[in-house]
């Protein structure tokens, strides 16, 4: 059994923290506080390459895994959370359904500019009554000789404001449930296709997160993805295989709490010596250390098992489950070891604690984490 990394992974991690570190970093809290899209760093992460890691070399990728895919969003995260929102959703998400169900003539339109950090992409499953139960999809796709006309409305869409095309998902049939449900591509500027409205967040405000409307959208039926009533297993994988990038997202916030806090631990004096060396703040420090530390364990592992072809929807869940409580409990310990100070956004771990609770909520709650491991338990 091997826990290392490979020789060309660690060179992929310290490329990619050097470059966060002094890139991203410096920015955070400035897109934070004006809620500014955060253009540049994507500009410079293109450049890396960064936003082909997981694409094939035939459509401009690194044809890279999993692994290194969680590896970068770590990374990324403990610099900015925003931008790893940004990153992840594009990447992670919206590109998943293209790379897996995607014809070569589909690929090559649309995950080539991505690959080369052109364009951006956006995944739109989750509407108002439609959360943590996909097959209660409203948003309507009615076949139309080629071409498929969208009704409805989309939430909760990361880069929406700013994507340059969407993986969409529909239904033909309410009664078939989700057999009934079909995926599109739709491109921004197609007619009858809107953002009306930007929402303003408590965290990750330097990601977009907006509201979509399709008011008799025309979508031909070459950007369609699958055959019909293929939608909802589409959506579910890349759903599935996202939560291993939301882990390695949370997995970044905690990190990050955890090197500010033995940073300031270190530097803040009382009682005539530095905080570090009262015991108090030790277990504290060392609490979530021991933490952050089985969160990596488990997010690695299930990255592993995705590139084994191995199941890992048990393996996933547990890994976004366990790494998001992390990150909300390591900033919680943060701020307290902060104190007074970790109230303020002159230190980064309120924008941490601001950030990491979403960690819990999108790509599945933890509750339905916990559903998932368990359905996958009884199974056997």
């Not at 009554?129 to 990361?158: C, H, M, P, W």
């Not at 703040?281 to 592992?301: F, G």
Request: some cysteine.
């Amino acid at each position: 059994m091997d826990f290392s990394l490979t020789e060309e992974q660690l060179m992929f991690q310290k490329m990619v923290a050097d470059f966060a570190t002094k890139e991203i970093a410096p920015n955070a809290a400035h897109y934070d506080e004006a809620e500014e899209f955060p253009a540049e760093n994507v500009r410079k992460m293109a450049e890396l390459g960064l936003f082909g890691v997981t694409i094939s070399e035939d459509y401009g990728g690194c044809g890279g895994d999993s692994i290194t895919s969680a590896i970068a969003t770590e990374e990324i995260a403990k610099a900015c959370a925003g931008t790893s929102a940004v990153y992840l959703a594009t990447l992670s998400l919206a590109s998943h359904p293209i790379n897996n169900a995607g014809t070569h003539e589909q690929k090559k339109k649309f995950l080539t500019p991505l690959a080369q950090g052109k364009k951006l992409a956006a995944f739109a499953l989750t509407e108002p009554a439609a959360g943590s139960d996909a097959t209660a999809l409203e948003t309507t796709a009615l076949r139309q000789g080629n071409n498929y006309v969208l009704n409805g409305t989309k939430v909760f869409i990361t880069n929406g404001a700013e994507a340059d095309f969407f993986s969409v998902f529909a239904t033909e049939n309410k009664s078939l449930k989700h057999r009934g449900i079909v995926a599109l591509v739709v491109e921004k500027g197609t007619k009858g296709f809107s953002v009306v409205k930007k929402e303003i967040k408590m965290g990750i405000r330097a990601s977009s997160t907006a509201q979509l409307a399709f008011d008799n959208c025309v979508v031909p039926l070459e950007n369609r993805l699958g055959a019909d009533g293929q939608g909802f297993h589409i959506a579910m994988e890349a759903i599935d295989s996202s939560r291993v990038s939301v882990a390695a997202q949370a997995l970044g916030i905690a990190q990050a709490c955890l090197d500010a806090s033995l940073r300031y631990a270190k530097e803040r004096q009382q009682f005539g010596k530095p905080i570090v060396e009262h015991q108090a703040i030790q277990w504290m420090l060392a609490d979530m250390a021991t933490a952050v530390d089985a969160a990596r364990l488990l997010t690695y592992r299930a990255a592993w098992l995705k590139d084994q072809k191995k199941p890992f929807l048990k393996e996933a869940a547990m890994a976004k489950l366990y790494a998001s409580e992390v990150a909300m409990h390591s900033a919680i310990k943060a701020v307290q070891i902060h104190g007074g100070y970790g109230y303020i956004k002159d230190f980064p771990v309120e924008r941490y604690m601001r950030d990491a609770k979403i960690t819990e909520i999108y790509e599945g709650t933890s509750e339905m984490q916990r559903m998932t491991i368990a359905r996958q338990l009884i199974k056997g």
